[in-house]
């Protein structure tokens, strides 16, 4: 992203200021917050799918694979397994409520900071273990560090963004877990050919290289502005860092909008009464509906267990690990392509055309397992690649729509007094549902065989009607006045437009 000294205009007449290279690098750092959460995903799937790793720590699983009579669709079924790859959302859904103190008590940099924190102990223990339990452990510790950086970090980004460009820079946390997904990919291809069985150490140690930035990384970032009003009062402070970070000294008139979102409402302690209130209705169901249809899209499915996935179908281990690092790059590069688009075209025609994307893909490849893989052997050559280029569709689709709009849209749409609150619940039901989609797609899969991608699909069809009819569109608004996207919206209006005319009167 280049520096630019253009200065740009909102609609109220605003002066947003310019991208510095200030802002930039500031971006960055937070948003490797968002590559330990993709190292973490890309990284379970491929060592869960490494036989000296199975061998060590879910030996049963390795006899199971090893059994030419085995069922295809239930080789891997194991709950200890499972358990294993979802023990961190348990700690991440308990985290982010906690998160959610700290984020709004002492700021956005102290929750990032603790995340890269817990997140190196976990690989520690991970990479050093010699048990399942000692593996579990490390995976809570992870959780911990997810939970706090999926807490703070798209807050962040949001606070921190042009009001023009808030779409392309929150995008960049989603652009960040492709990056650390595939990075992890990539690792997982190479220390699966380690002689002696101890790639899969190597694989889960170099998790603390992007945490080690972080940790050190935040520690040098600047509050954001929205933050320091809302904990301090400090306006002067403030200010200064508006006019560092627009690159300009005329930030008066963006100060005053976010002293205005911040006054008579920081002194709220009650935030999760508050969230309940009439008025903020439309931002409570979107906290919870985006993150529940987020993790129904399946795409978890297709990224912690892309190898084993791909392993059923009749690849093998090698050629498995490199498929999965195929989608990894579909995935990032239209993350990447997302960001030009994003404040172009809007958030909801981007989920339209990712719906679609998704639907008829799933559709593809769970017709095809439906009559050519059956419960013994594999596919042919033939199919096996069409189900590989039918997931690569399938990921470009999430990784233009659902996967960076899941953590911008949510990140954008609550008022200043709500915002840590909203994001921590946002943040809470995401793990709810990827820990239960976690613990139980091995088992839907041995049993629903190759329904699952139907069932998923059809979770594609309703998120996509649900956007058309209820998600406002956010782009190009103002964090201070968004409120007004949802006065004039063709349903929410009905409940939250007679509210918002009494508190004008009242003010």
């Not at 960055?28 to 330990?36: Q, R």
């Not at 709500?418 to 039901?429: E, M």
């Not at 509210?499 to 003010?507: A, F, H, M, V, Y």
Request: net charge positive.
């Amino acid at each position: 992203m280049a520096v630019v000294g253009l200065a740009i205009a909102s609609g109220n007449g605003q002066n947003n200021g310019k991208i510095t290279i200030y802002v930039v690098l500031s971006c960055m750092m937070a948003a490797m917050g968002g590559v330990i959460f993709g190292y973490d995903i890309g990284i379970t799937g491929g060592v869960t799918s490494m036989e000296p790793f199975l061998k060590k720590f879910f030996h049963k699983v390795y006899l199971k694979k090893e059994d030419v009579k085995a069922n295809n669709y239930c080789v891997f079924d194991s709950q200890l397994l499972t358990s294993f790859t979802s023990s961190l959302y348990v700690a991440g859904l308990l985290t982010s409520f906690f998160a959610s103190y700290i984020t709004k008590a002492f700021g956005r940099k102290p929750s990032i900071v603790a995340g890269g924190a817990a997140f190196l102990a976990g690989t520690a223990l991970g990479g050093a273990a010699f048990n399942v339990y000692m593996l579990i452990v490390g995976r809570l510790l992870l959780g911990v560090g997810v939970g706090f950086a999926n807490q703070a970090v798209p807050l962040y980004l949001s606070e921190m963004a042009l009001p023009r460009l808030r779409g392309a820079t929150n995008n960049g946390f989603q652009l960040s877990i492709g990056i650390g997904a595939l990075s992890a990919n990539l690792i997982n291809y190479g220390t699966e050919k380690i002689e002696g069985g101890w790639g899969w150490r190597v694989s889960l140690a170099m998790a603390a290289l992007p945490a080690s930035v972080l940790t050190l990384g935040a520690l040098f970032l600047p509050e954001t502005p929205s933050s320091l009003i809302q904990r301090n009062h400090d306006h002067q402070k403030a200010k200064l860092l508006l006019q560092r970070i627009r690159g300009m000294e005329d930030v008066q008139a963006e100060l005053d909008d976010l002293i205005k979102a911040s006054s008579s409402k920081t002194n709220n302690k009650q935030s999760f009464k508050t969230i309940l209130k009439r008025r903020y209705r439309p931002q409570l169901v979107m906290a919870i509906a985006i993150p529940f249809f987020q993790q129904v899209t399946g795409i978890n499915v297709i990224a912690f267990y892309a190898p084993l996935l791909f392993r059923t179908i009749g690849l093998g281990e090698s050629a498995s690990l490199l498929s999965a690092v195929m989608t990894g790059v579909v995935g990032t590069g239209s993350t990447f392509i997302s960001m030009f688009i994003v404040d172009k075209l809007g958030r909801k025609t981007l989920f339209m055309i990712g719906g679609i994307q998704m639907f008829a893909s799933q559709c593809i490849v769970g017709g095809i397992m439906t009559f050519h893989l059956k419960d013994h052997g594999g596919l042919s050559k033939g199919y096996a690649y069409v189900v590989l280029v039918m997931i690569c569709i399938y990921v470009a689709g999430f990784g233009w729509s659902w996967g960076p709009l899941g953590w911008l849209v949510p990140s954008e749409i609550f008022p200043l007094e709500i915002r840590s609150v909203g994001q921590s619940i946002t943040v809470a039901v995401s793990f709810i549902f990827t820990f239960i989609v976690a613990q139980t797609f091995l088992f839907m899969l041995c049993h629903f065989r190759s329904g699952i991608f139907f069932f998923f699909g059809g979770w594609v069809v309703v998120m996509t009607i649900f956007v058309y009819y209820f998600l406002p569109e956010t782009k190009n608004v103002p964090l201070e006045q968004m409120e007004k996207v949802w006065q004039e919206h063709w349903f929410w209006k009905r409940i939250v437009g007679e509210t918002s005319d009494k508190r004008e009167i009242q003010i």
